[in-house]
């Protein structure tokens, strides 16, 4: 049996050795090459997987608040910043410009399409913009669709994006609730929240007028309904009021915006596909600005 | 072989083209080359017109036997008939160069035809006050001078002149007086300064029936496409702008116009925005005609580099917007751009387009240690919730988008705010609102919370859920 198997893999060679010059190399396997990458932006998971791989898929799923959006920021800031031409299919028109403003996403440099809640649109407008060809990221925003309903897209639109963009400096990145591409995707990432980060804050009698302000950690706990808050990083001299009330003069000095309130999320990054032997998560913070 | 045509009477007109205008109408129905000399003199280039307009006998390339003179008489003929035709007297004259046409048309009456060789023989009788010191290219200061001079020589005639020999003539006129002397020798070298036609690209088409359906219309807006874009090809010239004009059977007529980024000349992409741009407004009956005027303008030149990223081909991107305005709408396809207001989620849609991008070119390093700025979801329109509060402050949330089936429900474990914004107090839809950021424990075990922002509306005391971060 082995001299037969033995037999058959030299005349094998023989055969592709005799056809080498008039074929070339067709019957040699072909090295795959290494991948090229559109970065991140997030130092922690760069240092991993180097970015998000062009001419194939990657899947971000995740719960809400989870920290996806956050990641597909970042993605779109340091593409855009590179001069890429990028796209984002907002299947359920929830794109924050004030956040991605934030980020530093280059808006000139962005093709929003809104869908207004159609999966269907979101599918054939993504299919369009990949057909087109020309962006270094396309992004399919699936994050706010029900579970149940990503869960029965049908594989052949997988195969289909998969198919469009291989062999080209094209990434789709597709944030979803639950893992749904499957193996058409060549990256797939899990994100999850490790918890809130809030504010520090210092308790405030409104009834002494020579109130003192102690600083208190509560951030596991309801904050009072009137308080200063302030930011863990600044001394506590300089907190400021988190209240529509008037304060005394000299107590507070910095304006505070809405989105002082809630200071960022610690998100935890998980490697699901390709299947690595190291599944050390990459951890992470986002920050208010 | 070169045709004048001297107008003797010129008319009057108010237009700017004056009388002239005629006269260049009338050359360009023989010839494609034409001079404008003078108000009242034309030159055309007509060799090969004689085969046309001529006898057909004769196919001669030059003026120089009996049969090609008759025949280039006949075409001098025909050019006389037509301007007869239009009540217009013209002398017409023939020469192997367009000077020597020039003067004998000015000087002959009726019909001239001068054979090669005879040039001088011909005009050697004029007088000296005849000659055109503007095709020797003389500076109307120098001219007075010259024409005094060969007075004082006692040169009356071009013969006078044309005998002279050449060394004296350059020694005591120069250059100037070498050309003139050639030319009243009849001898020119002279290229001819052509008459621009004026560039319209415009094509037309009335139709024997009306047509109602997109398909057919689709071949006719093609093959006039094609036209007008092989007419702005041969100029070297592209478009950026489109108008489309349309007769409807109910005497109404329909226009289009469509603006484009970059000029393009490919009619298959231009066939597909117009296709687009009427399935999106269709004309409200039947098309009997149909025209479509292109604005011609330098073609776009684009050097790529090796260093620079990959972006959309200007045509194919344009055909995808189309696409994909005519699949989600007008206004939801674009580049989005804040405005300068408070107003939370103020923002408005741009085109977007590649041109705008290469503007504001400034590249910047990939910032890999860069920390993640917190993500927002925002929700269009606000869900409406139901918030119970406990001295003020929100304990328990529910808020639903019918639509996606979404829910945000359950216990708020953590609460920070309220932080109070208002604005355009000045207008009727002034807004004022406590924001506060939640965290909602989920109803499912093991997952994580939800953090939402909230707000209360102050003028209406109703709660809204504003977006989650994510």
């Not at chain 1, 030299?10 to 008039?22: F, M, N, Q, S, T």
């Not at chain 1, 639109?157 to 400096?169: A, D, L, M, V």
């Amino acid at each position: 049996m082995l001299n037969a198997n033995m037999k058959s893999a030299v005349a094998k060679k023989e055969i592709e050795l005799a056809l080498a010059d008039r074929f070339g190399a067709v019957f040699q396997r072909r090295q795959k090459q290494p991948a090229e990458i559109v970065p991140t932006g997030v130092g922690e998971i760069d240092a991993r997987i180097d970015g998000f791989p062009r001419g194939s898929i990657t899947e971000i799923h995740g719960t809400a608040s989870s920290g996806r959006t956050s990641l597909l920021l970042s993605a779109l800031a340091v593409a855009t910043m590179q001069e890429e031409t990028c796209a984002l299919v907002d299947t359920s028109d929830t794109f924050d410009l004030s956040s991605a403003a934030k980020a530093r996403v280059d808006g000139e440099r962005l093709l929003w399409v809104r869908c207004g809640g159609s999966v269907e649109r979101a599918f054939k407008a993504t299919d369009l913009l990949l057909q087109s060809g020309g962006f270094g990221l396309v992004a399919l925003n699936l994050a706010d669709v029900a579970a149940k309903y990503t869960r029965r897209i049908i594989t052949s639109w997988w195969f289909r994006f998969r198919r469009s963009i291989e062999n080209t400096p094209t990434t789709l990145v597709v944030l979803t609730p639950v893992a749904c591409i499957r193996s058409c995707a060549a990256l797939v990432l899990e994100v999850k929240s490790e918890g809130p980060v809030w504010p520090n804050t210092v308790s405030f009698d409104l009834e002494n007028s020579d109130a003192k302000l102690t600083m208190k950690e509560t951030r596991e706990r309801p904050t009072p309904h009137l308080s200063l808050v302030t930011d863990s990083t600044f001394p506590p001299e300089t907190a400021y009021l988190a209240s529509p009330y008037p304060l005394k003069a000299g107590a507070a000095s910095r304006l505070l915006t809405h989105s002082n309130l809630l200071q960022g999320i610690r998100i935890r990054v998980n490697q699901e596909r390709p299947v690595s032997w190291i599944t050390n998560p990459a951890r992470f913070k986002t920050r208010l600005h | 072989m070169f045709a004048s045509i001297y107008g003797q009477t010129i008319p009057k007109f108010d237009s700017p083209a004056g009388g002239q205008g005629w006269l260049i109408d009338l050359a360009f129905t023989f010839s494609p080359l034409v001079e404008h000399t003078a108000d009242d003199t034309v030159v055309l280039n007509v060799s090969g017109q004689n085969l046309l307009f001529g006898s057909p006998a004769n196919s001669g390339p030059a003026v120089d036997d009996n049969a090609t003179i008759h025949s280039v008489r006949a075409l001098a003929s025909e050019i006389v008939r037509r301007a007869a035709q239009l009540n217009f007297k013209v002398n017409v004259s023939i020469a192997a160069n367009p000077d020597a046409a020039i003067h004998a048309a000015r000087a002959f009456k009726g019909v001239t035809v001068i054979p090669i060789g005879e040039e001088s023989l011909q005009l050697g009788n004029l007088s000296l006050k005849t000659l055109d010191y503007s095709l020797a290219d003389i500076e109307q200061e120098r001219v007075a001078g010259i024409e005094e001079t060969l007075e004082l020589w006692g040169l009356r005639t071009f013969s006078d002149f044309a005998g002279l020999p050449l060394a004296g003539v350059a020694q005591r006129l120069g250059q100037a007086g070498v050309r003139l002397q050639k030319l009243a020798q009849g001898k020119s070298d002279r290229q001819m300064v052509l008459v621009q036609p004026p560039l319209g690209f415009e094509q037309s088409l009335e139709l024997e029936h009306p047509v109602a359906e997109l398909e057919p219309l689709s071949f006719i807006l093609s093959r006039l496409l094609n036209q007008l874009c092989a007419n702005l090809h041969s100029h070297a010239l592209a478009t950026n702008e489109l108008r489309l004009h349309l007769n409807l059977e109910d005497r109404s007529e329909h226009e289009r116009t469509i603006s484009l980024p970059i000029p393009m000349q490919n009619p298959k992409t231009l066939l597909r925005l117009l296709l687009f741009e009427i399935e999106a407004l269709p004309p409200r009956a039947a098309v009997i005609s149909i025209t479509i005027i292109a604005e011609p303008v330098k073609p776009r030149m684009a050097q790529t580099g090796l260093f620079i990223p990959l972006t959309p081909e200007p045509e194919k991107l344009e055909l995808t917007l189309a696409r994909l305005v005519k699949l989600v709408g007008a206004d939801k396809v674009g580049s989005p751009e804040i405005l300068d207001t408070h107003r939370p989620d103020a923002f408005r849609m741009k085109r977007f387009s590649i041109s705008t991008q290469n503007k504001s070119r400034n590249r910047q390093p990939a910032t890999g240690n860069r920390q993640c700025v917190m993500g927002f979801r925002v929700f269009r329109p606000p869900w409406r919730a139901e918030v119970q509060t406990l001295h003020g402050r929100p304990t328990r949330i529910r808020a639903q988008d019918v639509k996606l089936s979404c829910l945000v429900r359950g216990q708020v474990v953590c609460a920070s705010g309220p932080w109070r914004t208002s604005g355009d107090w000045w207008r009727p839809d002034v807004w004022v609102r406590d924001e506060w950021d939640i965290a909602v424990a989920d109803p499912i075990p093991k997952q994580s919370e939800m953090l939402c922002r909230i707000y209360r509306d102050v003028q209406s005391e109703e709660w809204f859920v504003e977006g989650i971060y994510d």
